[in-house]
């Protein structure tokens, strides 16, 4: 059964670096995710991107993030200058259909990143 | 604006006995609502989903939920537990106030004593 990949599991930066986390989503989905889990906490929606644009951002998103689909196959969210508080693990997420409330999200495995 | 709450952080069970995880939503729509499990080290596996159909929602490896709209409740639960669903439980309601970004409940700790 196809599934969401993520790469790396585990990210240890240092305050203040550049961190590229990657995804690939399901070969023939549409609609991708991040979301972010920091430990002890809910796991928030960060941002959805269709159609090689963003759909919807929270309020977390800010101008720190970026999400871009380089090629056919990788979805990748960038943190431009990590601060202690991005540490958190990172779900990639993707759905066949085009984002609607009813569509199955499917999830990747995580990629724990730790801001020292 | 919508919400959902995971009423416990953790709960325990014997092999074999039934398993109820509670969960309870507001939402200013009718919402889609969904259960996900967590292994350890894995991704988050959709369980089974509410989108307006049937109100008792049968998913995979046994588990069932009821939309109870009166309660505001779609709680999840499962005849006779198995080591294997030792795992997370994420409760998620999306489509309220035009938006289709999900909200997460907290997560339930779901453990299984032999």
């Known amino acids: 059964e196809p599934e969401v990949t993520q790469t790396p599991s585990h990210q240890v930066t240092q305050m203040g670096q550049e961190v590229i986390l990657r995804c690939v989503p399901i070969?023939?989905?549409?609609?991708f995710y991040w979301y972010r889990q920091i430990l002890g906490q809910k796991v928030e929606f960060l941002v959805s991107?269709?159609?090689?644009?963003?759909?919807?951002k929270s309020e977390i998103f800010d101008d720190q993030f970026s999400v871009e689909r380089p090629d056919g196959s990788n979805f990748t969210l960038k943190i431009r200058s990590t601060k202690l508080e991005d540490s958190a693990m990172y779900f990639c997420?993707?759905?066949?259909?085009?984002?609607?409330?009813?569509?199955?999200?499917?999830f990747g495995p995580g990629t724990r990143l730790t801001v020292l | 604006a919508q919400s959902v709450t995971q009423l416990d952080s953790h709960v325990s069970v014997s092999e074999g006995t039934p398993v109820l995880l509670r969960c309870n939503y507001s939402?200013?729509?009718?919402?889609?609502l969904f259960w996900y499990v967590q292994h350890p080290n894995k991704g988050l596996q959709l369980l089974l989903k509410y989108t307006s159909a049937a109100t008792l929602v049968k998913g995979i490896n046994g588990f069932e939920a009821e939309f109870k709209k009166s309660e505001t409740s779609f709680h999840l639960t499962k005849p006779s537990a198995h080591m294997s669903d030792a795992a997370e439980y994420f409760c998620v309601v999306s489509g309220s106030g035009g938006s289709y970004i999900p909200t997460f409940g907290r997560g339930t700790s779901l453990i299984v004593h032999p």
């Open positions: 070969s023939n989905h549409l609609y």
């Open positions: 939402s200013s729509y009718s919402p889609s």
């Open positions: 991107f269709y159609n090689n644009e963003i759909s919807e």
């Open positions: 997420a993707s759905t066949k259909g085009s984002g609607a409330p009813t569509d199955t999200q499917y």
